[in-house]
């Protein structure tokens, strides 16, 4: 079976860090690019965070620059998200989603997702 597994989330209070890790089982992910959506209760999913096959190229949402770091490990084919200085309003169910590196591909690749809370 090909899965997406996330883990890492958790509560915790503003300020603090937490780092999600997602690992691929079933196949490999490799060679896709990689990305790490949230979502808001009663809100659409939204990225935040994506990443190249390589790792050499990275993008954030406005609300997490500075703040969160993608990075990926092929040898153990899973990807990182380092959150720093969390806030409130970055409470959410996270997911990290894969795609194939060709234009106009999307992300059909999904977790099951990882709560984080932070309280203020």
């Known amino acids: 079976q090909v899965q997406l597994v996330e883990s890492g989330g958790g509560l915790v209070q503003a300020g603090d860090s937490l780092r999600l890790s997602c690992v691929a089982s079933?196949?490999?992910?490799?060679?896709?690019?990689k990305a790490w959506f949230r979502q808001f209760p009663g809100k659409e999913r939204q990225v935040v965070a994506e990443?190249?096959?390589?790792?050499?190229?990275?993008e954030y949402a406005d609300a997490v620059k500075g703040r969160f770091t993608i990075t990926r490990d092929n040898a153990k084919d899973t990807v990182y998200l380092q959150m720093n200085d969390l806030k409130f309003e970055d409470t959410g169910v996270y997911y990290c989603?894969?795609?194939?590196?060709?234009?106009?591909?999307?992300?059909?690749?999904w977790g099951q997702g990882t709560q984080v809370v932070v309280s203020s």
């Open positions: 079933g196949r490999s992910f490799n060679t896709f690019e």
């Open positions: 989603a894969a795609r194939r590196p060709v234009q106009g591909a999307t992300y059909k690749d």
């Open positions: 990443i190249t096959w390589s790792g050499a190229i990275t």
